[in-house]
C-alpha cells in the first residue's frame, strides 16, 4: 500500500476514533490527527497501526471533550457568581467608607504622603467589602460559589470515570447522567460551606486589592467624593468582574481535582498520572508533574498546581459500581 494510501486510510480510522468520542473538533485534535497521520505512514509495517490510530483519535475526542466541558461549567458559574456579585455592589456600599477615607486623609487641604494615601486606601478598601458580609445578597453569593464547588467535584468525579474507561475501550458513558448522579451525591456535603467561605475570602482579597488601588490613585490625583464612588462602582460592577473570573476559573478546577482524588482512594487506586493539557500555555511546573508521572496517590503533587492550572489526573480504576452511567 502506497504512503499515500496509508495516509487517507489512517485519517479515516482517526476520524472514526473521535466520532466514537462524542468529543468537538479542537485545535488540538486536528493536530493530533496529523501527527497520528505521519506516525501511520512511518510505520506502514505494522498490522496494528490502523486500530491504534483509531483509538488515538478516541483518546484525543475524549481529552477535547472533557476540556469542552470544563469550560462551559467555568463559565456558567462565572455568570452565575458575577451576577450574584454585581447585585451586592450599590452606591450606598462606598458611603461611610470613603467619607471617612477622605477625612483620614484630609484630602480638602494638602495632599498627604504617597504611602499614607496607599495604606489609608488600602484599609478602606478592605472595610468597604468587608461590610458586603452583612447585606441581604451575601446568602446567595455564598450559596453560589458553594454550587460551583459542587458542580467542580462532581465534574472531576466524571472525568475521572471518563479516562478510566478510554483507557480500557469502555464507551458509551453519559457525561450528562454520570455528572447529575455524582452531583447529587455532594448535595448535602457540609464541608463545602467552608470551602466556598475560603474562596469567598479569596474573592475579597482580589477586590480589596484592586479597590484599594483605584481609591488610591483617585486620592493621590485630588478626586472628589463624587469621582470616587462613580470609579468604585464602575470597577466593582464591571472591570472587578475579572476577580471573579479568576477565582471561579481557580474554584472549580480545585474542586475537580479534589472530586478525582477522592474518588481514586474511595476505589483503592494506588498511583495517579499527570496529564496536561498538551499545548503552549503548558508550565515547567506542570510539565515536571508530568514526567514524574505515575505518582503515588499520598504523594502527587498538589493539584492544580497554580491558578489557571487545566491539568488532570488519571489512573486506571474498575468500572463496576459505575455501570449505570453507561449507555451501551
Given at each position: 500500500m502506497s504512503a499515500h494510501s496509508i495516509a487517507l486510510a489512517a485519517r479515516e480510522a482517526f476520524a472514526a476514533g473521535w466520532a466514537v468520542s462524542g468529543g468537538p473538533m479542537t485545535g488540538r485534535v486536528?493536530?493530533?490527527?496529523?501527527?497520528?497521520?505521519?506516525?501511520?505512514?512511518?510505520?506502514?509495517?505494522?498490522?496494528?497501526?490502523?486500530?491504534?490510530?483509531l483509538d488515538l483519535g478516541k483518546l484525543e475526542g475524549m481529552w477535547a471533550l472533557l476540556?469542552?466541558?470544563?469550560?462551559?461549567?467555568?463559565?456558567?458559574?462565572?455568570?452565575?457568581?458575577?451576577?450574584?456579585?454585581?447585585?451586592?455592589?450599590?452606591?450606598?456600599?462606598?458611603?461611610?467608607?470613603?467619607?471617612?477615607?477622605?477625612?483620614?486623609?484630609?484630602?480638602?487641604?494638602?495632599?498627604?504622603?504617597?504611602?499614607?494615601?496607599?495604606?489609608?486606601?488600602?484599609?478602606?478598601?478592605?472595610?468597604?467589602?468587608?461590610s458586603l458580609a452583612t447585606t441581604s445578597g451575601w446568602a446567595a453569593l455564598r450559596q453560589t460559589i458553594r454550587d460551583a464547588l459542587a458542580a467542580g467535584r462532581a465534574e472531576g468525579i466524571v472525568n475521572a470515570v471518563a479516562i478510566a474507561a478510554e483507557r480500557v475501550g469502555r464507551i458509551g458513558l453519559d457525561w450528562d447522567i454520570a455528572f447529575d448522579h455524582a452531583y447529587q451525591q455532594l448535595a448535602r456535603l457540609d464541608e463545602l460551606w467552608s470551602e466556598a467561605d475560603t474562596w469567598?475570602?479569596?474573592?475579597?482579597?482580589?477586590?480589596?486589592?484592586?479597590?484599594?488601588?483605584?481609591?488610591?490613585?483617585?486620592?493621590?490625583?485630588?478626586?472628589?467624593?463624587?469621582?470616587?464612588?462613580?470609579?468604585?462602582?464602575?470597577?466593582?460592577?464591571?472591570?472587578?468582574?475579572?476577580?471573579?473570573?479568576?477565582?471561579?476559573?481557580?474554584?472549580?478546577?480545585?474542586?475537580?481535582?479534589?472530586?478525582?482524588?477522592?474518588?481514586?482512594?474511595?476505589?483503592?487506586v494506588q498511583a495517579v498520572d499527570w496529564i496536561t493539557a498538551g499545548d503552549g500555555r503548558v508550565c515547567p511546573t506542570c510539565e515536571d508533574n508530568e514526567t514524574g508521572s505515575p505518582w503515588q496517590i499520598n504523594s502527587v503533587p498538589q493539584a492544580p498546581a497554580h491558578p489557571l492550572c487545566r491539568c488532570v489526573l488519571a489512573a486506571d480504576m474498575n468500572l463496576t459500581r459505575f455501570a449505570g452511567w453507561f449507555t451501551t
Open positions: 486536528r493536530i493530533a490527527c496529523v501527527e497520528a497521520v505521519r506516525i501511520a505512514v512511518e510505520q506502514a509495517d505494522d498490522p496494528q497501526i490502523l486500530e491504534a490510530t476540556f469542552q466541558r470544563r469550560e462551559k461549567l467555568t463559565d456558567q458559574y462565572t455568570a452565575a457568581v458575577t451576577t450574584a456579585w454585581r447585585k451586592l455592589i450599590r452606591p450606598r456600599l462606598f458611603r461611610d467608607g470613603l467619607h471617612h477615607l477622605r477625612a483620614q486623609l484630609g484630602l480638602v487641604e494638602a495632599a498627604p504622603d504617597p504611602a499614607a494615601i496607599r495604606a489609608a486606601a488600602l484599609a478602606a478598601a478592605r472595610g468597604i467589602l468587608v469567598l475570602a479569596r474573592l475579597l482579597d482580589r477586590a480589596t486589592t484592586d479597590l484599594g488601588r483605584l481609591l488610591a490613585e483617585q486620592a493621590a490625583n485630588g478626586g472628589s467624593y463624587e469621582d470616587m464612588l462613580d470609579a468604585a462602582s464602575t470597577l466593582l460592577d464591571t472591570a472587578d468582574v475579572n476577580a471573579v473570573a479568576f477565582v471561579v476559573d481557580w474554584a472549580l478546577t480545585t474542586g475537580a481535582d479534589q472530586g478525582a482524588l477522592t474518588l481514586y482512594t474511595s476505589e483503592g
